[in-house]
């Protein structure tokens, strides 16, 4: 979950887009237009998990401002979008929560852990779920795939399952202000926690720039790329399609 008003990241997100856009063929435009179901799903699902969690919590934030539905103009940040669908990262509307309105078995920390581990699950949870639909297609209908219609609704599923493993992952990079960074501190002693309080922007920083040079992507990719594969390979074996 991020998100920033800073005018030097949309100029960065406005280059990043027209690099992309800039030679792309007719079969990148289509897989382009394959995606965008599946980054509405990632991100609606990922962000209502962080609202729902909070609500189980005890907190009445999210219910409060609209955050407990799934409706994507709800939990769709244009940055996080835009970036997600055309460099396949992003992120969604943050969910606002007031971590002292948890119930009182869990601290603060913990809570804030619990709710900020929700959206990556709610990801992984749909791309399992996606990857046994998808070879449940093949096993019991196969002749549907090579239809033109069921071919389109194949990349779909397939898209959807690699955008979902890819926002899972992504969130879970513990910089501040991802998801992963609030997982982290919860087990962190309390020096290591203020450490991380009082270098936030530093970490703020650090996280730009792997983000503008492109090292996000080498860091997600070899594991989306095996997470992806697993789960297919995973899925063909119990569908006896190997």
Request: proline share 5%; with cysteine.
């Amino acid at each position: 979950m991020f998100y920033t008003d800073n005018r030097f990241v949309y100029l960065i997100l406005i280059v990043l887009v027209l690099m992309n856009l800039m030679g792309m063929t007719q079969f990148e435009w289509l897989a382009l237009l394959l995606t965008l179901p599946g980054v509405l799903i990632a991100i609606t699902f990922h962000e209502f998990a962080h609202a729902y969690a909070a609500t189980k919590l005890g907190d009445d934030t999210p219910e409060n401002q609209g955050r407990l539905n799934l409706n994507p103009l709800s939990h769709i940040d244009p940055v996080g979008f835009v970036l997600l669908l055309f460099v396949g990262f992003g992120w969604g509307k943050p969910v606002q929560i007031n971590p002292r309105n948890f119930d009182r078995k869990y601290s603060e920390l913990t809570g804030d852990a619990i709710v900020a581990a929700a959206g990556p699950i709610m990801n992984f949870i749909l791309a399992v779920v996606l990857t046994i639909i998808y070879c449940a297609i093949f096993k019991f209908a196969s002749a549907f795939t090579v239809t033109e219609v069921g071919s389109i609704i194949v990349s779909i599923i397939q898209y959807t399952i690699v955008v979902n493993l890819g926002l899972g992952i992504f969130n879970l990079i513990p910089l501040p202000p991802l998801d992963g960074s609030k997982i982290l501190v919860k087990f962190l002693p309390y020096n290591g926690r203020q450490w991380i309080y009082e270098h936030e922007k530093v970490f703020y920083i650090v996280f730009l720039v792997i983000w503008i040079t492109g090292l996000a992507g080498s860091i997600i990719s070899p594991v989306l790329n095996f997470m992806y594969s697993g789960l297919i390979h995973i899925g063909a074996a119990i569908f006896g399609l190997l």
